[in-house]
Nanobody
Framework: VQLQACGGGLVQPGGSLNLSCAAS????????RGWYRQAPGKQRELVAS??????NYVDFVKGRFTISRDNAKNTMYLQMNSLKPEDTAVYYC?????????WGQGTLVTVSS
């Protein structure tokens, strides 16, 4: 099973993007879904996650980003609103099971006027 992330692009400050991450097949016993990002020259960091049905966000995206999932479509989403230049990064999706972790290939988000 592979994860395919898409939805990135160039957006102006204050704009919105909706990232999606689709699994090529079913993944069982998922215990974690998350979106990470990696800005140039920086380490990859977790920005939003779903664990046991609960959503969690880092402070700098709270109120702006929303993580969700559609189990029927094997897809997770990251709705990003009020984007800022500092949100510019490659965004990665990740799914964990008790036995392994799955990473998407990353999708570039550029926030610039």
């Amino acid at each position: 099973v592979q994860l395919q992330a898409c939805g990135g692009g160039l957006v102006q400050p204050g704009g919105s993007l909706n990232l999606s991450c689709a699994a090529s097949g079913s993944i069982f016993s998922i215990n974690f879904r998350g979106w990470y990002r990696q800005a140039p020259g920086k380490q990859r960091e977790l920005v939003a996650s779903i664990t046991r049905g609960r959503t969690n966000y880092v402070d700098f995206v709270k109120g702006r980003f929303t993580i969700s999932r559609d189990n029927a479509k094997n897809t997770m989403y990251l709705q990003m609103n009020s984007l800022k230049p500092e949100d510019t990064a490659v965004y990665y999706c990740k799914i964990d099971t008790p036995w392994r972790e799955y990473w998407g290939q990353g999708t570039l988000v550029t926030v610039s006027s």
